[in-house]
């Protein structure tokens, strides 16, 4: 062009030689990009068919894959393909659903391989899903999938990997076929659980009972190392993962990312170094250093260290943090154990007790003291956003100290120790024993709870322990009291009603609530999709909940979320525990903040 200066061959072809020997030290490797995050509590095996707290789950998700997963962006929330080359055929009747796997998707090396670079096929598929009622693994995901794939009853009577079951087949190596015994209209999303990701049959009995220590998957990240209880860094894992498009319908103050992942191969940083940290001032101490990259969910106690009048400090939006509020589809709540002699029972006087003992939960003072506002009042097990939840209920059991006071004289606690604490109606000492998280935040919430029960005469003791514990504890039927929380694995009132459903006692069902009168209930609702029929079967549910009061609902959080300002592509997503695969670092700018900050 006019005006521009053009190289001569010879010189051109000197300076193309002088590149060739550039001495390679000279060379420069861009940065690893390394996500800095936390779990809340430790990690127990990462199995998925065993693993049901949070923070397992959460690096589940990452490491072995089910069929579908939820699209990123889109919202309302909708499903995409995940291992399989579109969504699944569905016949007419609803029952069969036949899915293509991928080719080329590839377990990571491990020594139980021998060697084999091992491709997914459907029969993995297939075993993986059966895993789910193997009765020396006690599933709690089993649930999901029982008594409704097409002959799986054989799998409960006499089990066996080997048994050909009419509604799991693998036709072919690339086709899944799976077949319901009745339409099921929350199928899908049951599939893109952790509990359903796919494992390879050699791993599984190369570390018979201690697959959990070993984990094997195709997912966006591998395990690099691993100190229980401490850190798990997980290296990026690039093999399986085809281009990102995004689908489905994206917020306008979406589409930048959106544009930003477009035909980027998952994930972007190359490692995320995770640690355990338990206590709420670790974790907050930990973020305002730059420790870590986020935070989600600010801890209740601790609010007032980055929040003012509802809005962050302007010290820390000077450093460039941003806050975000996020509806989380969670539910806390504290259950009783049905069948605890102390507490549970059908009888009038152990109804009125839980009732009494509901009664007592002043909600507004956990919102405003404990929560800091960042809360609603739980009316029923549904949080908002959830399909089934319905913004007009209202729980008939509000706190009232008084009437409270009045159940428990009326049917018969009214002998006092001589420190004025209830006795039982026949005489003997009466002492609740509720379990906590051994935290501040859990000393806070005995704190509470010890000032609520008292005033209703109520006496009560606390067992600290970590939550691992008092789950497996729970299972087994072995803790009076607890307060728990419930996020959704899939965002349908399903997810959460089952936690009462009788035959989920010893899984899910910590309660162990079986009462035929809601089973009926429960086991209609499921057939049906979101309708107004169903919404009258949750009404009636509710209302039997509140009858017998085997739970007390507590508050549907509004999570408060702090991020770092280097920290790209952030977007909490509703159902999905981590982002991770998502994510990007500008580690450059981290720098430059961190060096700012020192």
């Given at each position: 062009?006019?005006g521009?200066t053009?190289?001569?061959p010879?010189?051109?072809?000197?300076?193309f030689?002088?590149a060739?020997?550039?001495?390679p030290g000279?060379?420069?490797?861009a940065?690893?990009?390394?996500?800095?995050?936390?779990?809340t509590?430790?990690e127990?095996?990462?199995?998925p068919?065993v693993?049901s707290?949070?923070?397992?789950?959460?690096?589940l998700?990452?490491?072995?894959?089910p069929?579908?997963?939820y699209d990123y962006?889109a919202?309302?929330?909708?499903l995409r393909a995940?291992?399989t080359v579109?969504?699944p055929?569905?016949?007419?009747?609803?029952?069969?659903?036949?899915?293509k796997?991928?080719?080329?998707i590839?377990?990571t090396p491990?020594?139980?391989f021998k060697?084999?670079h091992?491709?997914?096929?459907?029969?993995?598929?297939?075993?993986?899903?059966k895993?789910?009622?193997d009765?020396?693994?006690?599933?709690?995901w089993?649930?999901l999938f029982e008594?409704?794939i097409?002959?799986d009853?054989?799998?409960k009577?006499?089990f066996?990997y080997?048994?050909?079951i009419?509604?799991?087949?693998?036709p072919?190596?690339?086709?899944l076929r799976?077949?319901?015994s009745a339409p099921d209209?929350n199928?899908?999303?049951y599939?893109?659980t952790?509990?359903?990701?796919v494992?390879a049959r050699?791993?599984?009995e190369?570390?018979?009972g201690?697959a959990?220590?070993?984990?094997?998957g195709?997912?966006?990240f591998?395990?690099g190392?691993?100190?229980r209880?401490?850190?798990?860094v997980?290296?990026?894992?690039?093999e399986?993962?085809?281009p990102?498009h995004?689908?489905?319908?994206?917020?306008?103050?979406?589409?930048?990312i959106a544009?930003?992942?477009?035909?980027?191969?998952?994930?972007?940083?190359?490692?995320v170094?995770v640690?355990?940290?338990?206590?709420?001032q670790?974790?907050?101490?930990?973020?305002?250093?730059?420790?870590?990259?986020?935070l989600?969910q600010?801890?209740?106690?601790?609010?007032g260290?980055v929040?003012?009048d509802?809005?962050?400090?302007?010290?820390l939006?000077a450093?460039?943090?941003?806050l975000s509020?996020?509806?989380?589809l969670?539910?806390?709540?504290?259950w009783m154990?049905?069948?605890?002699?102390l507490?549970?029972?059908?009888?009038?006087e152990?109804?009125?007790?839980?009732?009494?003992?509901?009664l007592?939960?002043?909600?507004?003072?956990?919102i405003?003291?404990?929560?800091?506002?960042?809360?609603?009042h739980?009316?029923?097990?549904?949080p908002p956003?959830?399909?089934g939840?319905?913004?007009?209920?209202?729980?008939p059991?509000?706190?009232?100290k008084?009437?409270?006071?009045?159940l428990?004289?009326?049917?018969?606690?009214?002998g006092r120790?001589?420190?004025g604490?209830?006795?039982?109606p026949?005489?003997?000492?009466?002492?609740?024993?509720?379990?906590?998280?051994?935290?501040?935040?859990?000393?806070?919430?005995?704190e509470f709870?010890?000032?609520?029960?008292?005033?209703?005469?109520?006496r009560?003791?606390?067992k600290?322990?970590?939550?691992?514990?008092?789950i497996?504890?729970?299972?087994?039927g072995?803790v009076?009291?607890?307060e728990?929380n419930w996020?959704?694995?899939f965002?349908?009132?399903d997810?959460?009603?089952?936690?009462l459903?009788?035959?989920?006692?010893?899984?899910?069902n910590y309660?162990?609530?079986?009462l035929p009168?809601?089973n009926?209930?429960?086991?209609?609702?499921?057939q049906?999709?979101?309708s107004?029929?169903?919404?009258k079967?949750?009404f009636?549910?509710n209302q039997?909940?509140?009858?017998?009061?085997p739970?007390?609902p507590?508050t549907n959080?509004?999570s408060?979320?702090?991020?770092?300002?280097?920290?790209k592509?952030?977007?909490?997503?509703p159902?999905?525990?981590?982002?991770?695969?998502?994510?990007?670092?500008?580690?450059?700018?981290?720098?430059r903040a961190?060096?700012?900050r020192?």
């Amino acid at each position: 062009m006019a005006g521009m200066t053009r190289y001569r061959p010879a010189l051109a072809a000197l300076l193309f030689a002088a590149a060739l020997f550039i001495p390679p030290g000279c060379l420069v490797a861009a940065p690893a990009k390394v996500l800095h995050t936390f779990l809340t509590t430790s990690e127990t095996g990462l199995d998925p068919a065993v693993a049901s707290d949070i923070a397992t789950l959460s690096l589940l998700e990452n490491l072995f894959d089910p069929l579908l997963r939820y699209d990123y962006l889109a919202r309302p929330l909708s499903l995409r393909a995940n291992t399989t080359v579109a969504m699944p055929g569905v016949d007419a009747q609803g029952l069969t659903y036949t899915f293509k796997i991928r080719p080329g998707i590839y377990f990571t090396p491990d020594p139980a391989f021998k060697g084999v670079h091992r491709e997914v096929t459907a029969a993995d598929y297939v075993y993986s899903l059966k895993r789910l009622y193997d009765p020396a693994l006690h599933s709690p995901w089993l649930f999901l999938f029982e008594g409704k794939i097409a002959g799986d009853a054989a799998l409960k009577q006499a089990f066996s990997y080997d048994s050909d079951i009419e509604g799991l087949q693998a036709p072919d190596r690339y086709t899944l076929r799976i077949r319901l015994s009745a339409p099921d209209h929350n199928f899908l999303l049951y599939l893109t659980t952790p509990a359903s990701g796919v494992v390879a049959r050699e791993v599984m009995e190369a570390y018979s009972g201690q697959a959990g220590n070993h984990p094997v998957g195709t997912g966006p990240f591998s395990v690099g190392s691993w100190k229980r209880s401490d850190t798990i860094v997980l290296l990026a894992n690039r093999e399986n993962s085809p281009p990102y498009h995004a689908g489905g319908t994206i917020a306008p103050a979406d589409r930048a990312i959106a544009a930003a992942l477009e035909g980027q191969r998952l994930p972007l940083v190359d490692k995320v170094e995770v640690h355990i940290a338990e206590e709420f001032q670790g974790r907050m101490l930990g973020l305002l250093g730059g420790d870590y990259d986020y935070l989600e969910q600010v801890p209740e106690s601790l609010t007032g260290m980055v929040i003012a009048d509802g809005k962050l400090k302007p010290e820390l939006a000077a450093r460039g943090i941003t806050l975000s509020r996020f509806p989380v589809l969670q539910t806390y709540y504290m259950w009783m154990n049905m069948e605890d002699p102390l507490v549970g029972g059908y009888s009038k006087e152990k109804v009125a007790l839980r009732r009494a003992i509901a009664l007592s939960y002043d909600s507004a003072e956990d919102i405003a003291l404990l929560k800091k506002g960042f809360a609603l009042h739980a009316e029923s097990p549904l949080p908002p956003n959830v399909l089934g939840y319905d913004p007009a209920y209202r729980s008939p059991v509000q706190y009232d100290k008084a009437l409270a006071n009045a159940l428990l004289d009326r049917y018969g606690y009214t002998g006092r120790d001589p420190d004025g604490f209830r006795r039982l109606p026949n005489g003997q000492p009466l002492t609740l024993t509720m379990h906590s998280e051994a935290t501040v935040g859990g000393r806070l919430r005995d704190e509470f709870w010890r000032k609520n029960l008292n005033a209703v005469g109520l006496r009560v003791v606390f067992k600290s322990d970590k939550k691992t514990e008092i789950i497996k504890a729970s299972r087994l039927g072995k803790v009076q009291m607890f307060e728990n929380n419930w996020i959704a694995d899939f965002p349908d009132g399903d997810n959460f009603y089952q936690l009462l459903y009788g035959p989920n006692s010893g899984r899910a069902n910590y309660a162990r609530f079986n009462l035929p009168a809601y089973n009926e209930r429960y086991e209609k609702a499921v057939q049906l999709p979101d309708s107004p029929a169903r919404q009258k079967l949750y009404f009636e549910m509710n209302q039997l909940l509140h009858a017998y009061n085997p739970w007390v609902p507590l508050t549907n959080p509004i999570s408060a979320d702090l991020q770092q300002p280097w920290l790209k592509h952030y977007r909490r997503h509703p159902v999905e525990l981590t982002t991770w695969r998502y994510l990007d670092l500008d580690v450059a700018g981290r720098e430059r903040a961190l060096a700012g900050r020192r």
